[in-house]
């Protein structure tokens, strides 16, 4: 996430590094399903290989640190999901389906 702060510009990141695949299977685990979820697509034209956020900037100048380790957070995220099915369920009714190709 990119914050603006003024005329300066931070990088806020988590400080972990992983592939999607990992995130989706962390996911998943925490959910207790299953990778038959999964839909692989192929790549987009002009697709990142690697997102990367550097956080020196934002740590140094404001002492910006991780207060939740990256697990914990996934984990309390997706308990909050599970928790306002009333806030994001109706916005599934309202998207369009997606095109398959």
């Known amino acids: ?3 603006r702060l003024g005329a ?3 990088n806020i990141g988590g400080g972990t590094e992983l592939t999607n695949r ?3 299977d962390r996911l998943l685990d925490l959910l207790g399903r299953d990778a038959s979820l999964i839909e692989w697509v192929d790549a ?3 697709h990142d290989r690697r997102y ?3 956080i020196g900037k934002i740590s ?4 910006y640190a991780l207060r939740v380790p990256f697990e ?3 984990a309390e995220t997706v308990r909050w999901y599970e928790r306002r ?6 916005l599934l009714q309202e998207r369009p389906p997606r095109a398959r190709s």
């Open 44 to 46: 987009r034209k002009g």
């Open 60 to 63: 140094d100048e404001l002492g």
């Open 1 to 3: 996430m990119v914050v």
């Open 72 to 74: 914990e957070g996934l």
């Open 8 to 10: 300066h510009f931070y």
């Open 85 to 90: 099915w009333d806030w994001w369920g109706p």
């Open 22 to 24: 990992d995130l989706a």
């Open 52 to 54: 990367s956020v550097a």
